[in-house]
């Protein structure tokens, strides 16, 4: 990254900038700068959602879902146990090794009484597994005498 503006930004100001979702080009060195995590605007700064990482995944299997979808309406001829079992391997298969082994995908195919009696409807939940992404680290310093450390043991 070249001229980042700003190209500093003071201590009391980022907590502020933190909660209000911003995130920006810190310096790493004289000469580079590095962006210390990419958080979304997603309010509880616990949850997976706030790494953009998550969130892309997020609308990766949003649209696989929807692959999904295009790929088996219209279907007949099948048990409901063969339906389930085929739009549950289509979405692993579309998964498969996607995200590497920073996330798990796991697709829940069901179909209800509700959709038994109707006929035509099913459900596809994608749970989507990911950690927290580390953003905070608390650094302190002790200073010690070298002759403590000879009496550590």
Same mark, same amino acid.
């Given at each position: 990254?070249?001229?980042?503006n700003p190209g500093f930004?003071?201590?009391?100001?980022?907590?502020?900038?933190?909660?209000?979702?911003?995130v920006?080009?810190?310096?790493y060195?004289?000469n580079?700068?590095?962006?210390?995590? +990419?958080?979304?605007?997603? %309010?509880?700064?616990?949850?997976?959602?706030?790494? $953009?990482?998550?969130?892309? @995944?997020?609308c990766?299997i949003?649209?696989?879902?929807?692959?999904?979808?295009?790929?088996?309406?219209?279907?007949?001829?099948?048990?409901?146990e063969?339906?389930?079992?085929?739009?549950?391997?289509?979405?692993?298969?579309?998964?498969?090794?996607?995200?590497?082994?920073?996330?798990?995908?796991v697709p829940?195919?069901? +179909?209800?009484?509700?959709? %038994?009696?109707?006929?035509y409807?099913?459900?596809? $939940?994608t749970?989507?597994? @990911?950690?927290?992404?580390?953003?905070k680290?608390?650094?302190?310093?002790?200073?010690?005498?070298?002759?403590?450390?000879?009496?550590?043991?």
């Amino acid at each position: 990254l070249i001229d980042i503006n700003p190209g500093f930004i003071p201590a009391g100001i980022k907590p502020t900038l933190w909660n209000d979702g911003l995130v920006w080009a810190q310096p790493y060195d004289r000469n580079t700068y590095h962006f210390p995590a +990419i958080q979304t605007i997603y %309010e509880n700064d616990t949850s997976v959602l706030n790494s $953009i990482f998550t969130v892309a @995944a997020l609308c990766t299997i949003t649209k696989i879902g929807a692959d999904a979808w295009r790929n088996f309406t219209g279907t007949v001829g099948m048990t409901n146990e063969a339906f389930i079992a085929a739009v549950g391997n289509y979405v692993n298969n579309r998964t498969k090794d996607i995200f590497g082994t920073l996330m798990v995908v796991v697709p829940e195919v069901i +179909i209800t009484d509700e959709d %038994e009696l109707r006929g035509y409807s099913w459900r596809l $939940i994608t749970k989507l597994y @990911a950690n927290n992404m580390k953003t905070k680290m608390v650094h302190s310093s002790e200073i010690y005498r070298m002759s403590d450390l000879q009496n550590q043991n």
